[in-house]
């Protein structure tokens, strides 16, 4: 799939986030029109159909929303709208946005990487992490924090590309995987 040209269109979920303010700062110096959406909470989290207007006349999409905090008690906080924004946006590219190219999904090492393996295991795009989302099925709410946000990445972009081999969509996605995060403090 080509890249998309300047000046497209580019939607940019969570666009308050840390990493999405440097996207959405990226496109703006390239040249590109940026769309961003944010969510309240009460609002928006579990709402079907809530990018069908955001994703409308967009050319391409990062997908940066993900719910990324170490105080959920229940997985599902993390692993629903994880999974739902991840599907949600997908399903709304699929239904009204024909001028899409491509999808981005900032997604993490955390879905790839198992913390079992030895220090310098070598990972692939053929690798995920079997560990965390086994041990939140097995411990529920006592999983380890790091395992809840672990399994809500693995379940996220597991489910996109589970969708993308179910539907064959005419746009391509690729995803991002960070080790690590840093913030200036």
Not at 12 to 30: E, M, N, P, Q, R
Not at 120 to 146: C, F, I, M, R
Request: glycine share 8%.
């Amino acid at each position: 799939m080509p890249s998309i040209k300047v000046p497209g269109t580019v939607l940019v979920t969570g666009a308050s986030g840390f990493i999405a303010v440097w996207v959405c700062k990226a496109l703006l110096d390239a040249g590109y029109t940026v769309r961003g959406t944010v969510r309240s909470k009460p609002k928006g989290e579990y709402l079907d159909g809530a990018f069908d207007e955001a994703v409308k006349g967009i050319d391409g999409i990062a997908h940066t929303a993900s719910p990324f905090h170490l105080q959920a008690d229940d997985p599902q906080d993390l692993i629903g709208p994880a999974v739902k924004g991840t599907v949600g946006i997908l399903e709304s590219v699929d239904k009204y946005a024909p001028s899409v190219q491509r999808v981005v999904i900032t997604s993490s090492a955390a879905a790839i990487v198992d913390a079992t393996k030895p220090v310098g295991t070598h990972y692939t795009e053929e690798n995920w992490n079997e560990y965390s989302p086994k041990q939140v099925q097995e411990k529920g709410k006592d999983a380890a924090p790091l395992d809840k946000y672990r399994a809500s990445k693995t379940l996220a972009e597991k489910a996109a590309w589970a969708y993308v081999e179910g539907n064959k969509p005419k746009w391509d996605i690729a995803t991002i995987n960070p080790p690590m995060v840093c913030v200036s403090l």
